[in-house]
């Protein structure tokens, strides 16, 4: 299946790169890559992610270490929607 990253994913990729970057350039650098690797894997099995119809019509989520890969499927291509740390999504109760 075609893979594309919405231009709000690939800032949520940027803004992820630079946070890991303030304690590790190199390891920023390759975990962006992971981060794309695995968008890349699930673009081979893409329905095997739960919709997640809480969040947006059509929208499936992935987790990937402590961050959610939010995508869609349509006319045989995987968007890659937003890619976010899950903290920002679900903070604790008080």
């Known amino acids: 299946m075609k893979l594309v990253f919405s231009d709000r994913a690939v800032a949520d990729l940027e803004e992820i790169g630079d946070y890991v970057a303030l304690d590790n350039p190199l390891r920023a650098?390759?975990?962006?890559?992971?981060?794309?690797?695995?968008?890349?894997?699930l673009s081979a099995f893409p329905e095997a992610a739960p919709l997640r119809p809480e969040l947006g019509e059509g929208l499936r989520g992935q987790p990937h270490g402590q961050y959610l890969i939010f995508y869609r499927i349509a006319d045989g291509v995987m968007r890659i929607e937003r890619i976010l740390q899950g903290n920002r999504l679900f903070p604790e109760a008080d």
């Open 29 to 41: 650098m390759s975990f962006i890559a992971e981060l794309r690797s695995a968008c890349a894997r």
